[in-house]
């Protein structure tokens, strides 16, 4: 991964600054800070993946984002340049972005800490979410087979109907956001999901903090509401599916609350 990391380097002619690697999940990314010809600050990230799955959502993810949201009115950042290349059955895909100078507000997705935010935060993200819920798409980030699946299995009701399909970033938590400006990374995995998901995602990630989540069902009042049950009720299962094999278990307690509302309404 290094390697290619230096030739995608070469290859979009940008100079990778030293101290800043950052590694993704189970290495399957490696992202460090770089500077372009101009001198103009910037992210060069590599994915890798077996050159016969180097196709799909989530390997087109940022792409696919960047002709549909540009840079989302200074909310994402811009992509500058793609290469790709393949070695010995692996697929490279080198992604040079703007770079995000700001701090995540969690190192963690599930918000640990209290959060205060200003009022002009809430509603840049609220109206961020809107521009994405209206970009039209074929692609999917929540299926319903997987919701007449997980949704009886963990939440102990069945699927809700889904009263309108809109587009989500679908993966909406502390760790990728930031507070001044507001910029919301990684979209990998946009696409179609039941109104209110990213709303309801960002909720699940910040059960631990009561006062920041009455927050969030007060930006957000599809929280609540009878259009949004399906979303609660697709994420609620999401999260305790991932607590079942052992992840987030800090959650499990205020999950399997949200749980039992879920099945009162």
Known sequence: ??????????ALDVRVEPG???WGWAGR?????ARTADGQPAWLRLVSAPEDKASGKLW???LDA???FGDLDGHRPALLAVHDAVDDGTAYRAELSVRVDQLVLSDDPILQHPLQ???SWWQELAGALEKVAAVNTDRVAVR???MD???PQFVGIPAPAVTCWTTAHSDVHWANLTASPLRLLDWEGWGRAPEGFDAAALYAYTLLQPDTAARIRTVFPILGSPAGLAAEATMCAQLLQTVARGDNLVLEDPLRDWAEELRQR
């Open 1 to 10: 991964m290094r390697d290619h990391h230096v030739r995608a380097a070469k």
């Open 66 to 68: 960047h002709h549909a």
């Open 60 to 62: 087109d993810g940022a």
């Open 20 to 22: 800043g690697e950052f």
């Open 144 to 146: 319903q087979q997987y």
């Open 29 to 33: 990314t490696l992202g460090a800070p």
């Open 149 to 151: 699946r997980v949704i």
């Open 117 to 119: 935010l200003p009022d």
